[in-house]
């Protein structure tokens, strides 16, 4: 069964920053492309960062460019999205998520596995 854990939100002032982890089981990252996607209340979820599982290619959502750092430690079957500057636009669930078994998208389209998520809040 597989299984992804995300940790590292919480509340952080804006303009500060905030390292998310999300750790796997049942999968090895190191075949999977990852992401991490997030969900504003009221708001539909959105993608914000994917890593292709080779050649280490990243792309960000423009809300992400400049700002966040999505990366990876397939040793430890970790992923990570560091993420500075932050504001209260910011202010979501943060979901990690992987791929296994199609050709890498950019913009972190098919996704098979997905984490519980992590609140992150930016006060102003």
């Known amino acids: 069964q597989v299984q992804l854990v995300e940790s590292g939100g919480g509340l952080v002032q804006a303009g500060g920053s905030l390292r998310l982890s999300c750790v796997a089981s049942?999968?090895?990252?190191?075949?999977?492309?990852l992401g991490w996607f997030r969900q504003a209340p009221g708001k539909e979820r959105e993608f914000v960062a994917t890593?292709?599982?080779?050649?280490?290619?990243?792309s960000y959502a423009d809300s992400a460019k400049g700002r966040f750092t999505i990366s990876r430690d397939n040793a430890k079957n970790t992923m990570y999205l560091q993420m500075n500057s932050l504001n209260a636009e910011d202010t979501a669930v943060y979901y990690c998520?992987?791929?296994?078994?199609?050709?890498?998208?950019?913009?972190?389209?098919?996704?098979?596995?997905w984490g519980k998520g992590t609140l992150v809040t930016v006060s102003s």
């Open positions: 998520a992987a791929d296994s078994d199609s050709s890498w998208s950019p913009q972190g389209y098919g996704m098979d596995y």
């Open positions: 049942g999968v090895s990252f190191s075949q999977c492309h």
């Open positions: 890593s292709r599982r080779s050649g280490g290619l990243t």
